[in-house]
């Protein structure tokens, strides 16, 4: 309503027909990755599905700051057994509850998830049948991400390579993990890049279209 009537006071009132809203800012980078990687705009579960998920991995965001009722769901499922992975250049509230707090330097998102894809790929730790039935383009992928290993993104990213695989085997071998991406995700000079990558780990380990 406030959108509505916010247009309408600056079409009529103003004369001008030039409204923005804060959602380009927020969700454009990502929007065009999701468009790209998934044909849907939108996401593809509801945040409640952290209480059926085995593995919840959390990254450029602080939910008990922004969405504090998420956030309290998180921390029931992690008391629940849910193992949490943050990953965030700042110490979040969440990273006293995480599993795994990956603590990367800032502008190598890119590279801490190539690295974890590069893993999930060299241990055969990808969804084989999932990639073949309902994806393309899995070999450019695969050759992309070559490059990649732990070894060599650790001084990048600030993450040691032990931890980059624990993560990656971690997130592509439980039976549900669950990826909640934010603002520090999208709004960033690589966001589109940040949401690709994010989108690829879930397509290659089948973590997508199902509860949790």
């Known amino acids: 309503e406030e959108a509505y009537l916010f247009q309408k006071l600056v079409r009529t009132g103003f004369g001008s027909n030039n409204v923005d809203h804060c959602t380009r800012l927020c969700h454009a980078s990502s929007v065009v990755a999701l468009l790209e990687g998934i044909g849907s705009g939108a996401v593809s579960n509801p945040m409640m599905d952290v209480t059926r998920a085995e593995v919840v991995l959390v990254i450029g965001a602080n939910p008990t700051v922004n969405h504090p009722v998420g956030a309290t769901w998180i921390k029931n499922a992690v008391k629940n057994g849910t193992r949490l992975i943050v990953?965030?250049?700042?110490?979040?509230?969440?990273?006293?509850?995480?599993?795994?707090?990956?603590?990367?330097?800032?502008?190598?998102?890119?590279?801490?998830?190539?690295?974890?894809?590069?893993?999930?790929?060299?241990?055969?730790?990808?969804?084989?049948?999932?990639?073949?039935?309902?994806?393309?383009?899995?070999e450019e992928l695969r050759k992309n991400v070559e490059g990649y290993g732990p070894e060599a993104m650790e001084p990048i990213c600030g993450i040691d390579a032990d931890t980059i695989r624990d993560?990656?085997?971690?997130?592509?071998?439980?039976?549900?993990?669950?990826?909640?991406?934010?603002?520090?995700?999208?709004?960033?000079?690589h966001g589109t890049d940040n949401a690709r990558c994010l989108i690829a780990l879930a397509l290659m380990t089948g973590q997508i279209g199902r509860p949790g």
């Not at 993560?167 to 549900?176: C, H, I, N």
């Open 87 to 138: 990953c965030d250049p700042r110490r979040t509230d969440l990273a006293r509850l995480a599993h795994h707090y990956v603590q990367f330097k800032p502008d190598t998102d890119v590279a801490l998830l190539n690295a974890m894809m590069n893993v999930i790929v060299t241990e055969g730790l990808v969804d084989e049948a999932f990639i073949a039935s309902r994806t393309v383009g899995y």
């Open 167 to 189: 993560v990656a085997r971690l997130y592509a071998t439980s039976k549900a993990s669950m990826i909640l991406w934010g603002m520090g995700v999208s709004q960033h000079v």
